[in-house]
Each structure stands twice: as structure tokens, then as C-alpha cells.
């Protein structure tokens, strides 16, 4: 099969190549898929689950990439709850070889059904994006409806779904980040723009969560604001500012069928929108992994018409 590979972390994305690998086969309780679209996070190369099985042994090459849409090709022994031909999405395992591949094995339980009128493209963008979104939000952060949530990078592909999802749950959004994002911020459903290069983020005032995916002194100072008994939510590692009177939980977004079956149908009714990007071949992969300008938005590799 085709895969994208990577041999070198130094290297980085400069290090990608298109090569043939074996295809996989379907270890108990796993499922080969075979893949129509992948997506991939620009930071998964700095990641040590990308080099290394849970043992702690290099496993270079590796194939990147853990989102996938696509259909089941054969079930492993003891899997349940999906079938051969069945059009399915998720969230494959972190230390396990990825999805930028015409064919990925990958635990059943980490799978949902794609409903027959959600085009693989956006059935590939949706895994971490909305899981992130998802868990942060309700998991960690118990949004609750008549709240104020701070969502940096508004406009961003986890931040988008964070704004749309709070906006749903009835929470006032306050968006931030570029000055170029201001309307699309606001298209997702922030009410208030913060442009963090031109704004004052102390103007913003106290909230009662704060969505955080940039880190450093962004997320000091927005620890800052966090109202008495408010949250912080991360997903740029581990928190470094506590709220003076709240909770700060960071985390790494798990698979999880039951929610990913929520988004999807959000999807489909019209109440969740994709924020995709760039949409690339596998052949030009490595070229979409380096781009020239800003990406705005998800980059999906479709591996299939």
C-alpha cells in the first residue's frame, strides 16, 4: 500500500516521503480500514508517541496522521459491533501506525459509524478537532448554559467546533486571535473578538472558562480572568497558571465512539459546521504539510475520489 513515512524527528516534515509498506493485518479486536481521507495535526511530528511504541522502543518509520474516514475491509478476532463494508470515522491509537496510508488497522471501540450522507472529507476532520472540543468543554470544563467561555484561536479547526459547541450550550463566546479571524470568529458564534495582537485580554473581564490551545503567556494572563470556581482548560500540555480561586485541568483527547456519533449528528442537522482547510492528494502530502502561507483551517489528505 501507499503510506506517507518518517524516519528522522530532526528532519521533521522535511523528512516525509510517499513509500510502499505492507498492509496491515487485523490483530484481535481491530479492524482494517481502508482509508478515504486523513487528517493530521502540523505538531504530531514532536509528539514521542509518534517514535515510540508504549515500551518506550523506537518504531521509526512511522506512518503519521490518527483521523480517518473510510470502509471496513476485514474484522480482527472477537470485534464487535461493526461489519465489512461499513463506512466508518475516527481516532486511531497515538503509538500505533497511522492513517496518511491506503489501508490502517485500528481498535474497533475507536471507530463510529459515518452516516451514508457525511462525505468522507468532513467525516475526516471531525475526530480530534471534535473530541477535543467535546471533552474540554463538557468533561472537563461542565459548561453550563448563561456562563462566559473565552475561546482562544476562534477561529482555528479546534477552536471553531469549542465556539460552536459552547455557543450551542448557551454560554456567551468571546473569541480570539488574529485580527484576520475576527469575522469568521464570529461566524462560528462568538459574540466578542478579542484581536490578541491589537486588544487588551484584561478588557475581556472575568469568565467562567477558558479554552486554551496556545499556552505560554496567553494562557498567564487568561488565568488571570477565570472567575471563583471557573475553569482553564488546556490542551498544550501540562498548565503552568492556576486561577487564583479555580481549577486548571489539561488533558489528550481519547476516542470515544458515543461522542463522535453526538458530533457527526450535529453535523448532519445543520448545527456543526467542518472548519476544513486545505484538501491535498497522498501524493502531494508532504507539500501540504509545508505550506507556503497561514493554513486556515483543517488540512485533510484524500487518499480516494
Partial sequence: MRAIVVTDEAAGTAGM???????????????VVEVHASGYVATELEWPSTWTDRADRGRAPSIP?????????????????????????????WHRDGTLADYVAIEARNLAPLPGDVDFTVGASLP????????????????????????????????????????EAGAYVIGTGRAADHQKALDFGAQEFVDLANDSLEDVGGVDLVFDVIGGDI?????????????LVSVVGPVEARPADGL??????????????????????GRL???????????DAVAA????????????IRLRP
Avoid: C
Avoid at 496522521?65 to 475516527?90: D, I, M, W
Avoid at 482547510?277 to 497522498?282: D, K, R, S, Y
Fill in 17 to 31: 516521503t510517499l513509500a510502499e509498506r505492507p498492509e496491515p493485518p487485523a490483530a484481535i479486536n481491530d479492524v
Fill in 65 to 93: 496522521g490518527h483521523e480517518l474516514a473510510g470502509v471496513v475491509t476485514a474484522l480482527g478476532y472477537g470485534t464487535t459491533g461493526l461489519s465489512v463494508g461499513q463506512r466508518v470515522f475516527g481516532l486511531a491509537d
Fill in 128 to 167: 480530534i478537532s471534535g473530541l477535543t472540543a467535546w471533552q474540554g468543554l463538557f468533561q472537563h470544563g461542565r459548561v453550563q448554559a448563561g456562563q462566559s467561555v473565552l475561546v482562544h484561536g476562534a477561529a482555528g479547526a479546534v477552536g471553531s467546533m469549542v465556539t460552536q459547541l459552547a455557543h
Fill in 219 to 231: 494562557q498567564r494572563r487568561s488565568a488571570a480572568l477565570i472567575k471563583t470556581g471557573g475553569t
Fill in 248 to 269: 486548571a485541568v489539561d488533558f489528550v483527547v481519547e476516542a470515544d465512539r458515543t461522542q463522535l456519533s453526538e458530533i457527526v449528528q450535529r453535523v448532519r442537522d
Fill in 273 to 283: 459546521r467542518t472548519n476544513i482547510g486545505t484538501v491535498a492528494t497522498l501524493e
Fill in 289 to 300: 504539510f509545508n505550506p507556503t502561507e497561514r493554513s486556515k483551517g483543517k488540512t485533510i
